[in-house]
């Protein structure tokens, strides 16, 4: 299973439990930190399937609509299975966003109630898969979990009117976003791809710190702020990066950010 690098990290340990292979497509700022048909061409061996995020964790890039349709045309053709975790869509900030299931027949999309709808551990979610998986997929269910809890559907199905609710928490979340960007860049934080959606950063913490998880560590002890090292996210590369979330009240946000500044001086 062919993936992008930087990744969340349950991709990776999942499918090694399952005896699945990973096979890491290292990516950056150039292709947005998404993988690309150009990639897989230079792959030694095929996959059997491609996993995206788009919005991803922990880049917040996206697929342009276009590039995905290419990705997913590519792979249907090819008999690479593309899976499409779409759980931060609906948080996004203007760039167009599409699902892979527009585009191809074969593909399967994952998606949740954990973050738009702000159901965090209510553990509800839903697949869409094309028709030869949906049988197989039943059977799994029956003996992983038979089914999501009857509360938690309940509460999923309202949520779905919950739309004036759910818009101010996207208001917060952008809100936030451009405090983020603009602290960081007075921080003396610049390098960084501003998030297409979710509610991350990926810094580059390369010129200011050797080691990311070290910098999370003096982070933490010394202004009380929680970051995540790149490690968790990059094994080859993650010592430059860290990621940072503007999931959080807006005065919290901005007090991190004062104490990143005088952290800097």
């Not at 949740?112 to 949906?134: A, C, H, N, Q």
Request: glycine fraction near 6%; charge should be negative.
């Amino acid at each position: 299973m062919a993936l992008a690098s930087p990744y969340y990290p349950p991709y990776v340990n999942i499918a090694k439990a399952l005896g699945l292979r990973p096979l890491i497509l290292p990516c950056g700022e150039e292709t947005g930190f998404q993988p690309t048909i150009a990639m897989l061409e230079a792959m030694a061996q095929k996959p059997d399937g491609l996993l995206i995020a788009s919005p991803a964790n922990p880049t917040g890039s996206m697929l342009a609509p276009e590039d995905l349709a290419a990705l997913a045309c590519y792979c249907h053709d090819r008999g690479i299975r593309l899976i499409s975790d779409e759980i931060y869509h609906g948080l996004t900030y203007g760039k167009p966003i599409a699902s892979a299931a527009q585009f191809s027949p074969s593909a399967i999309v994952i998606n949740s109630f954990s973050k738009y709808f702000s159901m965090t551990g209510w553990r509800i979610g839903w697949m869409v898969l094309p028709e030869d998986l949906v049988a197989p997929v039943e059977r799994l269910a029956q003996n992983f979990f038979i089914s999501a809890p009857h509360i938690s559907q309940v509460a999923a199905e309202a949520a779905f009117d919950c739309h004036d609710e759910l818009q101010a928490n996207h208001a917060a979340y952008v809100q936030g976003r451009a405090a983020m960007l603009s602290g960081l860049n007075a921080a003396g934080f610049s390098h960084f791809a501003p998030p297409d959606g979710a509610f991350y950063v990926y810094l580059d913490i390369s010129s200011h710190a050797e080691d990311s998880a070290a910098f999370c560590t003096r982070l933490l002890h010394e202004v009380g702020i929680a970051a995540a090292p790149g490690h968790d996210f990059d094994a080859e590369r993650g010592g430059r990066f860290i990621r940072l979330s503007y999931c959080a009240p807006l005065a919290d946000l901005e007090e991190a950010l004062a104490r990143l500044c005088r952290m800097r001086q």
